[in-house]
Nanobody
Framework: QVQLVESGGGLVQAGGSLRLSCTASGRTFSSLTMAWFRQAPGKEREFVATIAWTEYSAYYADSVKGRFTISRDNAKNTVALQMNSLRPEETAVYYC?????????????????WGQGTQVTVSS
């Protein structure tokens, strides 16, 4: 079993930056593929970014490419999402997710573990 706890959400003005962090416990972190998803009010959950256990392979949603960066520290069991140039439409609850196995995936139903989420609000 894996427990995921997100932190770092908050209120930021459009164009600003936030850094989200997710700490994992329970299972060998380095064996997990990690990801971030988000869900805005009234909308479906949306893939944001994923990173392989090797740290050298990552994949982003087109909407965040060039603005968001996912990273991980296997020694600290953490994964981070640096978000720059934030837009009001990116207001959402951001979730950390983990899946067993090394293949990157943008499908939420392929992730085995989820955090409780952290609220990000971008004001215009």
């Amino acid at each position: 079993q894996v427990q995921l706890v997100e932190s770092g959400g908050g209120l930021v003005q459009a164009g600003g930056s936030l850094r989200l962090s997710c700490t994992a416990s329970g299972r060998t972190f380095s064996s997990l593929t990690m990801a971030w998803f988000r869900q805005a009010p009234g909308k479906e959950r949306e893939f944001v970014a994923t990173i392989a256990w090797t740290e050298y392979s990552a994949y982003y949603a087109d909407s965040v490419k060039g603005r968001f960066t996912i990273s991980r520290d296997n020694a600290k069991n953490t994964v981070a999402l640096q978000m720059n140039s934030l837009r009001p439409e990116e207001t959402a609850v951001y979730y950390c997710a983990a899946r067993r196995g090394g293949r990157l995936s943008s499908r939420g139903d392929e992730y085995d573990y989820w955090g409780q989420g952290t609220q990000v609000t971008v004001s215009s």
